[in-house]
């Protein structure tokens, strides 16, 4: 069955960086893009960047560009999102997301909280 396991996450300070991941099974990880979506605390999922299958194209929220940098490396079925830079309103609930055929698959997700 389809699992998508993010890691990575935790209490960093303004300004400083974190690289989550989300390791993907049970599909054939290269035919799908993927995208990272936060959840903070009181507020709607929102979308906070994409790729597609090759990784050849990025797309970014406004709040993250230039900030964070979306990856991935289909030979290990992993993606990564490097957030440098953060600011206290980067403190979510992160999540792995795809979609494959009808059918939306989330991680778990891995909580990043920015604090001083």
């Known amino acids: 069955q389809v699992q998508l396991v993010e890691a990575g996450g935790g209490l960093v300070q303004p300004g400083g960086s974190l690289r989550l991941s989300c390791v993907a099974s049970?599909?054939?990880?290269?035919?799908?893009?993927m995208d990272w979506y936060r959840q903070a605390p009181g507020k709607g999922r929102e979308l906070v960047a994409t790729?597609?299958?090759?990784?050849?194209?990025?797309n970014y929220a406004d709040s993250v560009k230039g900030r964070f940098t979306i990856s991935r490396d289909n030979a290990k079925n992993t993606v990564y999102l490097q957030m440098n830079s953060l600011k206290f309103e980067d403190t979510a609930m992160y999540y792995c997301?795809?979609?494959?055929?009808?059918?939306?698959?989330w991680g778990q997700g891995t909580q990043v909280t920015v604090s001083s």
């Open positions: 997301y795809s979609k494959i055929g009808v059918r939306l698959y």
């Open positions: 049970g599909f054939t990880f290269s035919w799908y893009g």
């Open positions: 790729i597609t299958n090759t990784g050849d194209s990025t």
